[in-house]
């Protein structure tokens, strides 16, 4: 059974940056397309950003962003350590959120839907403010 934890949230000022790990015991992770989510306060679950299984690495848009992110978030993967990341740059107050990995085994095509990826992590805080 796959397990998922978020790890690397925490209280940042404006401008700050942050790199959230999202590590996978049980399952090879490289086997597994990963979303990162993340839901504010009052908000619903948006996601942010998604990287493919690495079986499918050289294929075009290995990597997705939704559009209010791009260029300050970047996602990765390191299959050795089986972990993804996605490092933060520039925060801002409305990055504060809770933010979730999700994966999906051998999912072809990166999608930020919530409802496709069947296992989650407990998440991690991000917060924002000067």
């Known amino acids: 059974q796959l397990q998922l934890v978020e790890s690397g949230g925490a209280l940042v000022r404006p401008g700050g940056s942050l790199r959230l790990s999202c590590t996978a015991s049980?399952?090879?992770?490289?086997?597994?397309?990963i979303a990162w989510f993340r839901q504010g306060p009052g908000k619903e679950r948006e996601g942010v950003s998604c990287i493919k299984y690495s079986g499918i690495k050289y294929t075009t848009e290995f990597t997705t962003y939704h559009e209010s992110v791009k260029g300050r978030f970047t996602i990765s993967r390191d299959d050795a350590k089986n972990t993804v990341y996605l490092q933060i740059n520039n925060l801002q107050p409305e990055d504060t959120a809770t933010y979730y990995c999700?994966?999906?085994?051998?999912?072809?095509?990166?999608?930020?839907?919530?409802?496709?990826?069947?296992?989650w992590g407990q998440g991690t805080q991000v917060t924002v403010s000067s």
């Open positions: 049980g399952r090879t992770l490289a086997d597994y397309t």
């Open positions: 999700a994966a999906d085994l051998e999912r072809p095509y990166c999608d930020l839907q919530p409802k496709l990826y069947p296992h």
